[in-house]
């Protein structure tokens, strides 16, 4: 589903569902904030979160992106994947130019 330059996959909107689930609580969204940081120059930071602030941006009533975060994730796609190494929320982000083997911090 895109919404405001933004992808978000159905997987990725089932896995914050089965989280909210799994702890009782529907109001749990995922919050995704770019920050300095790491070895490329920028990072992603996942946390769950309750609180939604006048900055912040919703989608699909399960992500936040404050302002700031969302002018770097313009066009960026959230997917929640499954593969050999395990179960995590991924961002492709086409901004990016070059990011590090970690694959959390990347350049623009």
Known sequence: MTNQGLTITESAIARVNDIRTERDNSHLKLRIIVEGGGCSGFQYKLEWDE????????????????????????????DFVTNLMGQDFKIINPNAVSSCGCGTSFAI
Do not use: C, R, Y
Not at 51 to 74: C, G, R
């Open 51 to 78: 609180t939604v602030s006048a900055d912040d941006h919703v989608f699909n009533e399960v992500i936040v992106i404050d302002s700031m975060s969302l002018d770097i994730l313009k066009g960026a796609k959230v």
